[in-house]
């Protein structure tokens, strides 16, 4: 009760981000909660004594709470690495060769594509720029127009395409594009799983497992498709589940590119089942690939984050 009433105070009155502020006296919080738990909790004779401990206790309490914040933003984090767009996933989105001059790169790359206007890697070179610095109008002009050049890239330009207007926020528009690939290429597998993602972003709960579970059941061999229908039962707080299509996915796809990750989501499932030992066991083994990948780094290191400060959290609970 004590605790409780000390949580109260501080987030009620003070929103943590005040508490230590030169102009908040911390005594006067500390009065205001002698007052309730002297008349509530604890006999007045107490007072000093409390007063005493719950100087120290407030500095304690703020720390989990400032935990507790941290471990918000590293949840709203996994949106955008856990649940990636699929623009990563098509591997366009690099730092590498980009200049801070944002119109001085895009110039060059414009002149280069004048004097080869043919060459789809220099047309992919300046999606990397525009992605790079957020230009979504522009780069949706410039996928139309490759649209027009390239017919043959038609399903790789169109995802692109759906992942941009994604990260705009139309994301049912991005679906429409996706029912389109979907009608005109009836066999390729890996729309269905796109299909699944954006009906998630979109919270279409039973649609989305309906469409992901259907596709594992077709090919259950495939290990990315376990790993994916993990993601989305995860997103669901489908923790039980997802635990089970993480562990097939390991089985059938040890040595891929994504199983690393795969060892983090699975410990971050197990920690929210409460099984702490688990949920160690794979965040560590899931660290320890990622430390010897080659992804990239900007990646690596948020997945390694991300890692340790569930690893910290779960010490906490230990504690």
Not at 15 to 38: A, V
Not at 124 to 151: A, C, G, V
Request: include cysteine; aromatic fraction near 12%; glycine fraction near 2%.
């Amino acid at each position: 009760m004590l605790r409780a009433i000390t949580e109260d105070y501080i987030t009620k009155f003070t929103y943590l981000n005040k508490l230590f502020s030169r102009s908040l006296d911390i005594k006067n919080i500390i009065n205001d909660i002698l007052e309730e738990i002297c008349t509530l909790l604890f006999n007045k004779d107490l007072r000093d004594s409390l007063s005493n401990f719950l100087s120290v206790y407030i500095n304690y309490l703020a720390y989990k709470i400032e935990r507790k914040v941290e471990l918000k933003e590293t949840y709203d984090k996994l949106e955008g690495i856990i649940w990636q767009d699929m623009i990563d996933i098509f591997q366009i989105k690099s730092d590498e060769g980009i200049q801070e001059n944002y119109r001085e790169e895009i110039n060059d790359i414009e002149i280069k594509i004048k004097d080869t206007p043919d060459n789809l890697d220099l047309y992919n070179s300046k999606i990397r720029i525009l992605i790079y610095y957020n230009q979504f109008d522009e780069l949706l002009e410039l996928l139309d127009t490759m649209l027009d050049i390239f017919p043959k890239e038609e399903l790789d330009i169109k995802m692109k395409k759906a992942s941009v207007l994604r990260r705009m926020q139309e994301i049912t528009a991005g679906l429409d594009i996706i029912n389109e690939l979907i009608d005109k290429y009836p066999k390729n597998d890996d729309l269905v799983s796109y299909k699944a993602y954006w009906l998630q972003y979109l919270d279409k709960k039973e649609e989305s497992l309906h469409i992901i579970q259907e596709l594992v059941e077709k090919i259950p061999e495939n290990g990315m498709y376990h790993d994916t229908y993990g993601e989305i039962l995860m997103y669901f707080e489908e923790y039980s589940d997802a635990v089970e299509e993480f562990l097939k996915s390991i089985e059938l796809a040890s040595d891929k590119w994504f199983i690393p990750q795969t060892y983090i989501k699975l410990g971050i499932c197990y920690k929210e089942l409460k099984d702490f030992e688990n949920a160690s066991i794979h965040m560590s083994k899931g660290t320890s690939l990622i430390e010897k990948s080659s992804m990239d780094a900007e990646i690596k290191q948020k997945w390694i984050t991300i890692a340790n400060l569930f690893l910290l959290e779960i010490e906490d609970y230990e504690d």
